[in-house]
């Protein structure tokens, strides 16, 4: 097993400890979307737990030293992103900037917060990509004010085909410290789901929207 895959497990498995992820597979979720999930993820509970967002900094660390080590700005994004990409940023010896989902409507007006040069090459961190939307929009205003995105950072990804797709249509890499695949094992080897559940735990991955017609 590589590092990378260690840190998936171990990232997946402490998500699973705190009540960060939660699996119902036969009570599903209703996002604010209006989708039907069996998964519900708040990694904000992770700044809690001195030891799991340690565990996170250092996992975002090895990434960035594996696929952006030329990186000269990390971003967090509002709101989730912001106190990992705080600790990472420390940890490199960094400069920092936050992006809100929208600028503020007083004062300067500012969407970024802190100091983003021109041509400075940046990386986003995010706790959670679902769809991948709010983090491109991110990735967006980074480059409209002149930096150059290297590329996505997230704790979590749902590895949901749809993110996949704008990812790879905004030509921006996306590189997560765990997911929805390591996860579901994981959640199975700590008894968080039982064996006959994984197979529609799955098909929701792969068909979101006909996993939902189940409980219409």
């Not at 939660?22 to 509970?45: H, Q």
């Amino acid at each position: 097993m590589n590092l990378k895959e260690q840190i998936a497990i171990d990232i997946a498995e402490a998500l699973l400890k705190i009540g960060a992820v939660v699996l119902r597979p036969n009570e599903p979720f209703t996002w604010a979307s209006g989708m039907k999930s069996p998964i519900y993820c708040d990694n904000r509970l992770t700044i809690s737990y001195p030891e799991i967002r340690e565990m996170i900094a250092d996992g975002f660390v090895t990434l960035i030293k594996q696929y952006h080590p030329d990186a000269e700005l990390i971003a967090g994004a509002a709101t989730g992103g912001i106190p990992h990409a705080a600790w990472v940023a420390q940890k490199l010896k960094l400069p920092m900037v936050y992006v809100r989902d929208k600028a503020k409507g007083h004062g300067k007006e500012n969407r970024i917060e802190g100091l983003l040069k021109p041509g400075q090459k940046t990386v986003v961190i995010e706790d959670l990509v679902s769809t991948g939307g709010s983090s491109l929009k991110v990735a967006e205003a980074v480059k409209e004010a002149g930096g150059e995105v290297l590329g996505v950072l997230a704790i979590f990804t749902y590895e949901l085909e749809s993110a996949a797709e704008a990812f790879a249509n905004q030509n921006i890499p996306l590189h997560t410290l765990t997911n929805y695949s390591m996860l579901l094992p994981t959640a199975l080897q700590m008894g968080k789901i039982a064996s006959k559940d994984t197979a529609l735990l799955t098909s929701w991955k792969a068909d979101p929207q006909n996993y939902a017609h189940r409980f219409e």
